[in-house]
Each structure stands twice: as structure tokens, then as C-alpha cells.
């Protein structure tokens, strides 16, 4: 017997071989004002190990947001798409909830509070319509079909999903299966990527768990959680700073493989221009830590 026999000599290579090929780390900007320094890189100096903030989410990265409605979701993902069109790179945003004409009304305001001219991105974002043509959410093939055109047609650099959830509604069987081959073309056309995905109701809150379990935080490189909470304790007031009644929103990075991330819970803010801002960490604040 031939001891090569239903061996796949080509998935075989030397870790220098590999590292050939391996893309380099760099950071790309996300547009949210506290987040392009909490993504970190690793360099030896003088014999130590330092960090060194990578400046945005990892290039080539597939990242997924999960939280609550309310949380600032999409308007996360809207900043990421206006930031990186602002900088020259094409960004696809396929909106799997809510149809084109809305979300190009709410990019436009969303582009106008970041202080950036709309007219000056419309030829960057290219919006795919699969809220309003069901065969893009209902035959994951189509979907990628038209994203590898979009992608070819318009020499993107980045996919935004709003929200992968949405393509596997009443067919959660599925979703491990579905999120896997978006990670996979992701990964082929070498694009930076960031996914929404969507919570249900019973899951813990504060977790990176959406609709279809953990097909998504398993499969994806990078998992950041938002999460709402109330202020209802005398505690709750010392610690935030906030009256009892009040709503607070929180931010962590859960997870990224691709390099170094801080760990803390994070104070989230959604400003009423409706942007979203990432601040202090919960041990940072007065009582916190504890």
C-alpha cells in the first residue's frame, strides 16, 4: 500500500514556506473614536517584549459584533464603511435587514456627524440589496457570487454584513455552515471584514452568543460583545456616575487570534449625532475594580 494513499500532499508546508505567503500586520482604521488602540502587536526591543497599538482592527480579519438591540451595532459597522471609503478603500456593504435607499440615507448622516463630506464617498461604498432580492439571503452561493463581482468590478478592500444572522433566519441548523463559507471567501479575496450578528432572546446579554449558538464567535477571527445595562443599585450609581433609571452600554473585545487585543470591559457611548464612542475601562472608574 502505498503509504501516500489519500494523503493531501498539497496542504502540506513548511512554516517558512507559509510565512512567504503570509500576509503582514497592519492595522486598518475603524472609525470609532477609543477603538484603534486596544488592537495591539508584539516587537522585541533591547531584549524585552513591548507592545505596540496595531492602529485598527488586523487587516484581513473577519470581525464580528454581537449585542442586544440598541447597542450600536450598525452604527458601528456604518463608521468602519465611511472611514475606510474616506481613506480610498472600496468598501461593499451588503444590508441583509434593511433596504438600500435607508441605509444610504443613514450613511449619509452617519458620514456628515464624522465630519466627512457624503458626496465625497458615494462612489466608495457599494450597496448590496439583499433585503430587498430574496435569492441573496436565501442561496448563500448567489450571495457569493455577487460579492466576488462587486469585489472584482470595484476593487474592494473591505465587506461589511449587516447582519449575518439575517441569511439564516428559521434555518439556525445551518448557520455554522453559512458563516463558515463567508469566512472562507473572506479569507480567498482578502478582505477585512465585519460581520453583525444578532441576539436572541435568552441568551446571557453580555456575550459574544447570537442567533445559531457560537457558529459565529467559534469560526470568526476577532469577537467584540455590547451589551445594555441599567443602573438599579446605589452601587450601580457610584460606579458609572449615573442615577438609578439610567442606561449604561458596554464594549469588549472578546477574542482575536490574529494578534494582541486589551481584555477590559469598556463605558460604550452612543452621542446624539449618533455616533458610537468607546471609553475608559470599568476599572479605570471610581469604585471600579474591586
Known amino acids: 500500500m502505498d503509504e501516500r494513499e ?8 513548511p512554516l517558512k514556506q507559509s510565512l512567504k505567503e503570509a500576509p503582514q500586520l497592519e492595522g486598518v ?12 502587536i508584539t516587537k522585541i526591543k533591547d531584549g524585552r517584549v513591548i507592545k505596540q497599538p496595531l492602529g485598527g482592527f488586523p487587516r484581513y480579519a473577519v470581525i464580528n459584533v454581537t449585542g442586544v438591540s440598541d447597542t450600536g451595532k450598525t452604527l458601528m459597522a456604518e463608521q468602519f464603511a465611511i472611514k475606510q471609503s474616506s481613506l480610498g478603500n472600496t468598501t461593499i456593504f451588503v444590508t441583509v435587514e434593511t433596504t438600500a ?10 458620514a456628515s456627524a464624522m465630519g466627512i463630506n457624503p ?44 447582519s449575518v444572522t439575517g441569511l439564516y433566519e428559521a434555518k439556525e441548523v445551518m448557520a455554522r455552515t453559512i458563516v463558515r463559507r463567508l469566512f472562507n471567501f473572506m479569507k480567498k479575496w482578502y478582505q477585512t471584514a465585519f ?35 441599567s443602573i438599579d443599585s446605589s452601587y450601580d450609581e457610584r460606579l458609572y456616575g449615573l442615577p438609578i433609571g439610567e442606561i449604561v452600554r458596554l464594549f469588549r473585545i472578546d477574542g482575536c487570534r490574529i ?32
Do not use: W
Request: hydrophobic share 40%; with cysteine; glycine share 8%.
Open 29 to 40: 482604521p475603524s472609525g470609532i473614536e477609543g477603538v484603534d488602540e486596544l488592537f495591539y
Open 6 to 13: 489519500n494523503v493531501v500532499l498539497e496542504s502540506i508546508s
Open 195 to 229: 460581520f453583525v450578528s444578532q441576539k436572541r432572546s435568552g441568551h446571557e446579554e453580555f456575550s459574544v452568543e447570537a442567533a445559531g449558538g457560537y457558529a459565529v464567535p467559534h469560526i470568526v477571527d476577532c469577537n467584540i460583545a455590547l451589551a445594555k445595562k
Open 101 to 110: 435607499p435607508f441605509v444610504s440615507a443613514s450613511l449619509r448622516e452617519r
Open 119 to 162: 458626496s465625497s464617498i458615494e462612489e466608495k461604498i457599494i450597496i448590496i440589496d439583499a433585503a430587498s432580492y430574496d435569492q441573496l439571503r436565501d442561496d448563500i452561493q448567489t450571495l457569493l457570487n455577487t460579492l466576488a463581482y462587486s469585489i472584482k468590478k470595484y476593487k474592494a478592500k473591505n465587506v461589511v454584513i449587516d
Open 259 to 290: 494578534c494582541g487585543h486589551d481584555t477590559s470591559t469598556r463605558l460604550m457611548t452612543i452621542t446624539e449625532t449618533g455616533l458610537v464612542v468607546v471609553g475608559k475601562s470599568l476599572k479605570e472608574l471610581k469604585g471600579g475594580g474591586r
